[in-house]
């Protein structure tokens, strides 16, 4: 293939992400207006389902204008040379591949997020903040893009510049010790995110003696489940949406509740969603969820080393000089049509995952308290409960509200 093909094949791939993604939001759209399902008839009133059929069409229409902005910019950077331009200017300052790939990326990345910006504002201060969602001042806005850049440039920069320093000293074989690095990196992680990373952005504060906490400790020692860490994160401060998870194993392991999750849902209720999530550990879909995502870097760093160096891919950018940055860039475009096919795998499984955990929290406490948080939730949230059925699959890591609803009535 030459370069002039291989570049209009990156372009032509590039349109076809954004068609698909089009066309799987303009199906799932034309269904905003459907029937709710009896099973779900009590989940909103009347003007509670009008505000959220208002909040999915605003939103569909700003996503779709916030892509097609995204692609228009990108493929018009590829037209005009844009990588080329990059990689001439961060020569200027160092011939040194690994300084060179940080410069490259980061130059880049920076100019992504002040084009990103707009976007991430409106999204927040005008429709989040219309329909009562946003609880974030703008100084905490500014403040987490700031925390979120210095971790980027940190974690980011020290794991690329490894990755590079593997490349130049093992050459292809680099991929190998890539992913050993990316596995060892993923446990820790699991193991610290919440205790390291969460501190920099939420507060969280062990959850207070009381009945929340007697009855989430009963259901524990009922299930086997060792539990001493359960924190309360203040959600609040940003959010009205509740969630909650679970992170670490072994002694690291701790179950984080949201406030709002605690204002929102009475104590069984939080019970069942806590049940939900001791059923991953029991399943030990924490452990395969890593194993699973460190496997599929594996395979992506590995197709990765069998394209990096070739020149053909830096010719179609217009870059003369092969190096791994550039390399990077056209393979992260040539990769899209595998992740499309990987994501629809891993999507697969999780929705099979959250199941199992919805059966685990039926058997251990019950169905009604569990169907009733998932219900207080999708309300509050004012979630889509008539999504398309080919948006589902290719988008949703958990099933519908629906469809969760159905299994946990089964007998």
Same mark, same amino acid.
């Given at each position: 293939?030459?370069?002039?093909?291989?570049?209009?094949?990156?372009?032509?791939?590039?349109?076809?992400?954004?068609?698909?993604?089009?066309?799987?939001?303009?199906?799932?759209?034309?269904?905003?207006?459907?029937?709710?399902?009896?099973?779900?008839?009590?989940?909103?009133?009347?003007?509670?389902?009008?505000?959220?059929?208002?909040?999915?069409?605003?939103?569909?229409?700003?996503?779709?204008?916030?892509?097609?902005?995204?692609?228009?910019?990108?493929?018009?950077?590829?037209?005009?040379?844009?990588?080329?331009?990059?990689?001439?200017?961060?020569?200027?300052?160092?011939?040194?591949?690994?300084?060179?790939?940080?410069?490259?990326?980061?130059?880049?990345?920076?100019?992504?997020?002040?084009?990103?910006?707009?976007?991430?504002?409106?999204?927040?201060?005008?429709?989040?903040?219309?329909?009562?969602?946003?609880?974030?001042?703008?100084?905490?806005?500014?403040?987490?893009?700031?925390?979120?850049?210095?971790?980027?440039? +940190?974690?980011? =920069?020290? @794991?690329?510049?490894? %990755?590079?320093? &593997?490349?130049? /000293? $093992? *050459?292809?074989?680099?991929?190998?010790?890539?992913?050993?690095?990316?596995?060892?990196?993923?446990?820790?992680?699991?193991?610290?995110?919440?205790?390291?990373?969460?501190?920099?952005?939420?507060?969280?504060?062990? +959850?207070?003696? =009381?009945? @929340?906490?007697?009855? %989430?400790?009963? &259901?524990?020692? /009922? $299930? *086997?489940?060792?539990?001493?860490?359960?924190?309360?994160?203040?959600?609040?401060?940003?959010?009205?949406?509740?969630?909650?998870?679970?992170?670490?194993?072994?002694?690291?392991?701790?179950?984080?509740?949201?406030?709002?999750?605690?204002?929102? @849902?009475?104590?069984?209720?939080?019970?069942?969603?806590?049940?939900?999530?001791?059923?991953?550990?029991?399943?030990?879909?924490?452990?395969?969820?890593?194993?699973?995502?460190?496997?599929?870097?594996?395979?992506?760093?590995?197709?990765?080393?069998?394209?990096?160096?070739?020149?053909?891919?830096?010719?179609?950018?217009?870059?003369?000089?092969?190096?791994?940055?550039?390399?990077?860039?056209?393979?992260?475009?040539?990769?899209?049509?595998?992740?499309?096919?990987?994501?629809?795998?891993?999507?697969?499984?999780?929705?099979?995952?959250?199941?199992?955990?919805?059966?685990?929290?039926?058997?251990?406490?019950?169905?009604?308290?569990?169907?009733?948080?998932?219900?207080?939730?999708?309300?509050?949230?004012?979630?889509?409960?008539?999504?398309?059925?080919?948006?589902?699959?290719?988008?949703?890591?958990?099933?519908?509200?629906?469809?969760?609803?159905?299994?946990?009535?089964?007998?």
């Amino acid at each position: 293939m030459t370069p002039k093909l291989l570049f209009y094949f990156i372009i032509g791939i590039l349109i076809l992400q954004f068609l698909l993604e089009s066309i799987l939001d303009f199906l799932n759209a034309k269904h905003f207006d459907d029937p709710i399902p009896k099973e779900l008839k009590d989940v909103y009133n009347k003007e509670e389902y009008h505000k959220s059929q208002n909040y999915k069409k605003e939103n569909s229409k700003f996503d779709f204008f916030s892509s097609l902005v995204s692609v228009i910019l990108t493929i018009a950077f590829f037209f005009f040379k844009g990588f080329a331009y990059v990689d001439a200017f961060a020569r200027q300052f160092s011939d040194n591949e690994i300084v060179l790939t940080l410069l490259f990326f980061g130059i880049i990345l920076l100019a992504s997020s002040l084009i990103s910006l707009p976007f991430d504002y409106y999204h927040t201060f005008v429709i989040e903040e219309k329909y009562g969602f946003n609880k974030m001042d703008k100084k905490t806005f500014w403040l987490d893009k700031i925390k979120n850049a210095f971790l980027s440039i +940190l974690i980011g =920069g020290i @794991l690329l510049s490894i %990755i590079v320093w &593997f490349y130049q /000293k $093992t *050459g292809k074989n680099f991929w190998i010790y890539a992913t050993v690095l990316v596995a060892l990196f993923s446990v820790f992680m699991t193991l610290f995110y919440s205790s390291l990373i969460v501190p920099l952005f939420n507060k969280q504060t062990p +959850l207070k003696d =009381g009945e @929340l906490k007697q009855a %989430i400790s009963e &259901f524990a020692k /009922k $299930t *086997g489940f060792k539990l001493d860490n359960i924190y309360v994160i203040d959600g609040s401060k940003r959010s009205t949406k509740a969630n909650a998870y679970f992170s670490g194993f072994g002694a690291k392991k701790r179950i984080v509740l949201f406030d709002t999750l605690i204002k929102d @849902l009475n104590t069984n209720e939080i019970v069942a969603v806590l049940a939900h999530e001791i059923g991953h550990y029991k399943k030990k879909h924490v452990f395969i969820n890593m194993l699973l995502s460190i496997l599929l870097t594996g395979l992506t760093l590995y197709l990765l080393s069998l394209m990096v160096d070739n020149s053909i891919l830096s010719e179609a950018l217009s870059v003369k000089k092969p190096s791994f940055h550039i390399g990077l860039i056209a393979f992260g475009v040539l990769y899209t049509p595998i992740s499309v096919i990987t994501e629809m795998i891993m999507n697969l499984i999780s929705r099979k995952m959250e199941y199992q955990a919805d059966d685990f929290a039926k058997k251990h406490f019950n169905a009604t308290d569990l169907i009733s948080s998932l219900k207080k939730l999708s309300k509050n949230s004012l979630s889509n409960l008539t999504p398309h059925k080919t948006y589902v699959f290719f988008n949703y890591s958990h099933p519908t509200l629906f469809q969760r609803v159905k299994n946990l009535l089964q007998v």
